[in-house]
């Protein structure tokens, strides 16, 4: 079965550097756009960032963009999300995510992974 399991939360103070790492199995790279979203609390559900390798193309929320970076390593079946600048309302879990399609939104999700906890203090 597909497995994605995030790894790399912790707390960190605001303007600091994080990088999470998704592990993931059961599925090809080449056949999703593999990313992620995050849930604040008491906040809905929403979209960061996915990659897809067909195109070689990544998409960012506006809220991240220039802040955050996506990356893979295919050999390795891994994907990074370098979280830069850091501020206090990025604090959530973020969940790594995959699905068919380069979007953002949770119908475009068909698998998720359990989540990491970010907390960023101020």
């Known amino acids: 079965d597909v497995q994605l399991q995030a790894s790399g939360g912790g707390l960190v103070q605001a303007g600091e550097s994080l990088r999470l790492s998704c592990a993931a199995s059961g599925f090809s790279f080449e056949h999703y756009c593999v990313g992620w979203f995050r849930q604040a609390p008491g906040k809905e559900r929403e979209g960061i960032s996915c990659?897809?390798?067909?195109?070689?193309?990544?998409i960012y929320a506006d809220s991240v963009k220039g802040r955050f970076t996506i990356s893979i390593d295919n050999a390795k079946k891994m994907v990074y999300l370098q979280m830069n600048m850091l501020k206090p309302e990025d604090t959530g879990v973020y969940y790594c995510?995959?699905?068919?399609?380069?979007?953002?939104?949770?119908?475009?999700?068909?698998?998720w992974g359990q989540g990491t906890l970010v907390t960023v203090s101020s």
């Open positions: 995510t995959a699905g068919p399609f380069l979007g953002l939104l949770l119908s475009d999700v068909d698998y």
């Open positions: 990659f897809s390798s067909s195109g070689n193309s990544s």
